[in-house]
């Protein structure tokens, strides 16, 4: 046997082992990326549910769901998460008014008819407003929002709902612009030109053929950005005013769940107490509100997938 056969014959094993060694050792990485979310995931839940036994221990779940004060910091204490609900579930409300059909037709357009060139500058610039601060924000709907809504609304307060969901609606703009363009040009293209070939025009393609073929993405970007806008704290915690309040009146103020664990987690309560552990049964609230919307966009997604 000649040197080059030998050589030949070690090689191959020796390089399938190495083959067969570096896909293990990508694949453990990728497992170790999963499960490092993973228990992330359960981890936080542990500690929320930990702590909110804790509360719930000294305040019954019945009295925390239906009682409509919430004043755990005051001499007459009530524990009823209502207003901190109404709160959040107002500027989501108004938010998504502002963000859903503003994001939905700038989609529209960027797919359907927007030039390369206005597309390739419109959605950066778009998805630029997502990398603003948040405190920019609150202090942009403060001091800037309010002003300009009260030569409208005279009556309309310094601190107030409306104008923080409006802001916090611009935030969300790029999650519903962005996601919604990318799932309709996805969208095959012999969609467009059958529809074309039927006499259609870009407008009817649009919106008869893309914007169905495209609902699953589309509903997915809906309730990334409720998901966004229910869970935004800077923005209410600055303009949207520090008193819990059972209002659906968006031109009044109220808190929301988050900012009020903002401004509970920065204040001098001593750790362990029942005020201090206020802030886990709110947080468990915001956790069980947001992964219900996440479920809720799951079965819808998963639905119009089936229907398309």
Do not use: C
């Amino acid at each position: 046997m000649t040197v080059a056969k030998k050589t030949l014959l070690f090689s191959k094993p020796s390089s399938k082992v190495m083959r067969d060694l570096r896909e293990r050792a990508v694949e453990s990485v990728l497992f170790l990326a999963a499960l490092t979310s993973v228990a992330t995931t359960i981890a936080i839940l542990a500690i929320l549910l930990y702590e909110s036994i804790l509360f719930f221990r000294q305040v019954p779940l019945w009295k925390f769901i239906t009682d409509t004060q919430w004043t755990p910091l005051f001499d007459d204490k009530h524990y009823g998460i209502l207003p901190l609900i109404s709160g959040t579930l107002v500027t989501t409300v108004v938010a998504l008014l502002v963000a859903v059909p503003t994001g939905t037709i700038a989609a529209i357009y960027l797919s359907e008819f927007a030039p390369v060139v206005v597309r390739e500058v419109v959605k950066p610039a778009l998805e630029l407003l997502a990398g603003i601060p948040t405190v920019v924000y609150g202090y942009f709907a403060l001091l800037f929002v309010t002003p300009l809504l009260q030569i409208f609304l005279p009556d309309l307060p310094g601190f107030n709902m409306l104008s923080a969901g409006i802001i916090i609606g611009i935030m969300i703009i790029p999650y519903v612009s962005s996601l919604s363009e990318d799932a309709m040009r996805a969208v095959p293209s012999y969609l467009r030109e059958g529809s074309y070939a039927t006499g259609a025009t870009r407008l009817q393609t649009a919106l008869r053929v893309v914007l169905p073929a495209s609902i699953s993405g589309i509903s997915a970007a809906y309730i990334l950005a409720i998901s966004r806008a229910v869970g935004e704290t800077m923005v209410v915690a600055i303009a949207a005013g520090g008193q819990p309040n059972l209002t659906w009146n968006p031109m009044e103020p109220a808190q929301t769940m988050t900012a009020y664990i903002v401004s509970v987690s920065l204040g001098d309560l001593p750790h362990g107490s029942l005020e201090y552990e206020t802030i886990f049964a709110v947080g468990l609230t915001l956790l069980l509100i947001t992964l219900s919307f996440n479920i809720i966009g799951h079965f819808l997604t998963k639905r119009y997938r089936e229907i398309y």
